[in-house]
Each structure stands twice: as C-alpha cells, then as structure tokens.
C-alpha cells in the first residue's frame, strides 16, 4: 500500500513538473518573440504598411563620381543621384502608381530616350507598446508625413511642369508644407525632448533633414526633393 501511494507520488511530482516545463519553454518563445522585433510590439498592427515606390531613372553606375557626370547629361528633371544597393542611379522622376512611371518610360522611348524603372520597397513600421497612445499617434503622424510630403511635392512638380501651377502658387504650397513640419517636429521634440532612446531620438534627426530639405525646395527643385526625401527616409527606416 506504501509502495503504491509512493509510486503515485513520483507520478505526480513528473507530471507537474513537465507541465511546468511546458509553460515555461512556451512562455520563453513567446517573450523571445516579441523582444526579438526591432522596434516594435504588436506584428498584427502597424502604424506604417510596406510602402513601394517607382523611380524613373535613366543610368546608372556603381561610382557615384560618374553618375553624377551622366546626370549632367538629362536636363529634363535628372539632377537627383539617389544610391539604392550597389549602384547610383540618375533619378528623373518617382510615382507611387506603377503604371505612371511605365507611362513615362515609354514616352521618352518616343523621344529617343532610354529609362528604365527602380522599385523601391519601404518596409512596415512597427512601435513597441511601452509608448503612449498620444506617443504612438505621433509616431504614426511623423512617420506619414515623410510620405505626405512626397506625394505634395512630386503634385506640385507634375503640376508645375503641366502648367497647372504657376511659381507664386507653388512658392505659397510649399510655406504652408513647411509650416506644417515644422509644427509636428516641434511637438515631437518637446514630447520626446527626455528620451535617451537612440532610435527614437534617431527619428527627431531625420525630422530634421525633412524640414531642411522642404525648407530649401523652389520650383526648379521639386522632383530633386521629392526623391531626395524618399532617400531620407529610406536611411532612416534602415536605422529602425
């Protein structure tokens, strides 16, 4: 009888303990799981989707130097040298509609000029759930106005060129553009203006470079910035 209350004893005293070690293999996976996410806390939601982007470019080098010298030879909007992977590419132009930028390769293929189309893939963002909801929202406003800007400027570029602006009005479009960053950078540094966080503090720098690009812009620059923004940007996804 002894021996039997002992063997259900031990029995139990296993199960338990491979019950508990059960817990805890999955309790470890899921907490190395969700460390494991660069800079971010809920995989299921984030505040930025993959974003694609089409550039236009018309050559191309693995020696900035000399793709700086080809870009001397395209007048029409070719003055941005944007560096993606191995090579430098003379960027004419960029559109978020595929269908836009293959539009304009083939009408420059009627004028005798060969381009061809860069894909740019900007990947999802993610924050990690230690932040505030108010935190968060401007994460999500300072991450989207990278795009915003873009997308207001490669407008006024297409629409500048098309006649559809003229220079007063797209002088008038870009004050407001900076204005607007300018506020949401100052809202950002007074937030975060305690953080030691470096890839938070990281963002506030390319906020920077984001007003200063605008801030420079003229109508003789739109694509240059629009492009040069997506560059910004991409750095600083990269840093994420």
Not at 80 to 94: F, I, P, Q
Not at 112 to 127: N, Q, S, T, V, W
Not at 210 to 237: C, F, G, P, Q, R
Request: proline fraction near 2%.
């Amino acid at each position: 009888m002894k021996l039997k209350t002992k063997k259900i004893i031990i029995y139990l005293s296993l199960s338990c303990f491979c019950v508990c070690s059960i817990l805890s293999f999955c309790l470890a996976g899921y907490f190395s799981s969700s460390l494991s996410l660069d800079f971010a806390g809920n995989q299921n939601l984030p505040i930025i989707k993959q974003t694609s982007i089409y550039l236009v470019y018309f050559a191309k080098s693995q020696v900035q130097a000399e793709a700086e010298t080809l870009s001397l030879d395209y007048p029409m909007g070719a003055q941005y040298v944007l560096k993606s992977g191995e090579y430098y590419y003379v960027v004419h132009s960029a559109y978020e509609n595929e269908n836009d930028a293959v539009m304009l390769v083939k009408s420059f293929e009627k004028k005798l000029l060969k381009a061809d189309i860069l894909d740019l893939d900007f990947p999802e963002i993610f924050i990690e759930d230690i932040f505030s909801q108010e935190q968060r929202s401007l994460f999500v406003d300072s991450f989207s106005l990278f795009f915003e800007t873009f997308r207001s400027l490669s407008d006024l570029a297409i629409g500048f060129n098309s006649g559809v602006y003229d220079e007063n009005t797209i002088n008038l479009k870009i004050k407001s553009l900076t204005t607007k960053i300018e506020k949401n950078n100052e809202k950002y540094y007074k937030t975060f203006s305690k953080t030691s966080d470096p890839k938070t503090i990281a963002i506030g720098e390319y906020l920077a470079d984001l007003l200063e690009a605008v801030s420079l812009t003229s109508t003789n620059s739109l694509w240059h910035t629009a492009i040069e923004i997506l560059e910004i940007y991409s750095n600083l996804t990269k840093e994420m």
